[in-house]
């Protein structure tokens, strides 16, 4: 089998990529070990956001949600705008959310800085007793992962991109600094561009053709809980407290409450849920929303954050192999990250150059030392 571009990994970042190149007419192959969706991208919390606090991630996600808009209307899957709600506890928090908010006002962003009783108002479930202020911006939002990542999977194939799931990448063949061939357990498939879109397992495939340079992504176990459906347009937009161990939580389509808190475990490959995340998770979530207390929880489950030393993703070309390149390392946020990523990997692909600061994420900036700030990350 031949094929001009393969990307390795059937996330929502390589159907993402896939989904860009086959609209510019590109041909290109999708090689996913699983099926699509099933390392980080259905693990997901569904959360879209635009508040950063760098003007390279604020423009992206800008763009991202543009597109988010844009193909949820065209292919009928679930996006939806109701917005962040960052609740501040102290005047360190809210300094420093005027700092960011600035930032994404700068470039368009609606963020603003609101008073606990118009909190109140967007989630009248929310206790409202210890903080001060919040950070809301109603143009972020949730989207479905499955319906999402499959509806771009669909779409990319209607324009032509294949698809092939069951299917892992053992090795990559190189001669002379070119790419010749990716060997998978169902054969050989000759190609001259390959991306490494295997986030958590993106280490693996870099080892694959040497990659003569560092960059450092590993995997960190994060898990997630799901209560029983409640009525509906109960806890709209996505709630954050930072105090409360990166809490974060929101309501499904369905209805059930998906959350998490920032209980890290790693690097590791080890995905058993545990109870010591229950018992936290259920602590500070029912701090935010008190009547949480009353719910039965229905599942827990864990995914992988891949994570870099700056929560920045890694995303570009690697000049000493012809032609490989990375998009992986998103650190918590790949899912919002999506459509963007694919439209910037297309961009550097078909022209050599991005019109979103793709630099930002320079695959050498950890071989150089030059870490940029610290991505938002949460949960
Ligand atoms: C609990 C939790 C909550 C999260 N909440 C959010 C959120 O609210 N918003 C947000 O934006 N992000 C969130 N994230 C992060 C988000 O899930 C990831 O950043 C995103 O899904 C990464 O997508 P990806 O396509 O890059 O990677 P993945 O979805 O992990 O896809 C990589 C794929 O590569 C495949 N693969 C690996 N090795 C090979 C091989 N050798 N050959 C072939 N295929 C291979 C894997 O099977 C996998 O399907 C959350 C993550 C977790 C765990």
Redesign the pocket.
């Known amino acids: 089998m031949n094929s001009d571009i393969v990307v390795?990994?059937?996330?929502?970042?390589?159907?993402a990529i896939a989904h860009e190149l086959a609209k510019r007419g590109e041909e290109v192959t999708v090689?996913?070990?699983?099926f699509?969706?099933?390392?980080?991208?259905?693990?997901?919390?569904?959360?879209?956001r635009q508040q950063f606090n760098d003007e390279a991630n604020v423009q992206v996600m800008k763009r991202s949600v543009e597109l988010w808009k844009k193909y949820s209307e065209e292919y009928g899957f679930s996006f939806k705008q109701t917005g962040y709600l960052f609740l501040l506890y102290n005047e360190e928090e809210v300094e420093q959310f005027r700092e960011n908010i600035s930032i994404q006002n700068r470039f368009g962003v609606p963020t603003k800085l609101i008073t606990p009783e118009e909190a109140k108002e967007i989630v009248p479930l929310l206790d409202t007793s210890e903080i001060i202020a919040a950070s809301w911006n109603p143009t972020d939002g949730?989207a479905d992962?499955f319906h999402a990542t499959t509806a771009f999977a669909l779409h990319a194939q209607e324009m032509g991109a294949r698809i092939l799931e069951y299917?892992?990448?053992?090795d990559i063949i190189i001669a002379d600094n070119e790419i010749k061939a990716v060997k998978?357990n169902n054969g050989v498939i000759k190609t001259g561009i390959v991306i490494n879109?295997?986030?958590?397992?993106s280490k693996?495939?870099n080892a694959m053709i040497k990659l003569p340079i560092r960059i450092p992504i590993e995997p960190y176990r994060?898990?997630?809980i799901i209560t029983q459906p409640i009525k509906k347009n109960a806890i709209n937009p996505?709630v954050i407290s930072f105090k409360y161990k990166d809490s974060?939580l929101t309501q499904t389509d369905h209805g059930g409450i998906i959350g998490?808190i920032g209980y890290e475990v790693g690097p590791t490959y080890n995905l058993t849920p545990s109870y010591g995340f229950l018992r936290e998770v259920t602590t500070y979530l029912s701090k935010i929303i008190p009547s949480l207390r009353e719910l039965l929880i229905l599942r827990t489950?864990?995914?992988?954050?891949?994570k870099t030393p700056d929560s920045n993703p890694a995303i570009g070309k690697i000049e000493e192999i012809n032609d490989y390149y990375i998009?992986?390392g998103?650190?918590?946020?790949?899912?919002?990250?999506?459509p963007a990523v694919g439209e910037m990997v297309a961009d550097l692909i078909t022209k050599g150059k991005a019109s979103l600061p793709v630099e930002w994420y320079d695959p050498y900036r950890f071989e150089r030392g030059e870490l940029r700030q610290k991505a938002l990350q949460m949960?």
Do not use: D
Not at 8 to 14: A, K, L, Q, S
Not at 167 to 170: A, H, R, S
């Open positions: 390795i990994g059937g996330g929502i970042t390589g159907i090689i996913e070990k699983r699509i969706g099933s390392g980080s991208t259905f693990r997901c919390g569904t959360g879209i949730k992962p299917t892992e990448v053992k998978t879109a295997t986030n958590a397992w693996l495939i994060h898990q997630a996505m974060y998490g489950w864990a995914g992988y954050y891949a998009a992986a998103f650190s918590g946020h790949g899912f919002m990250m999506g949960g």
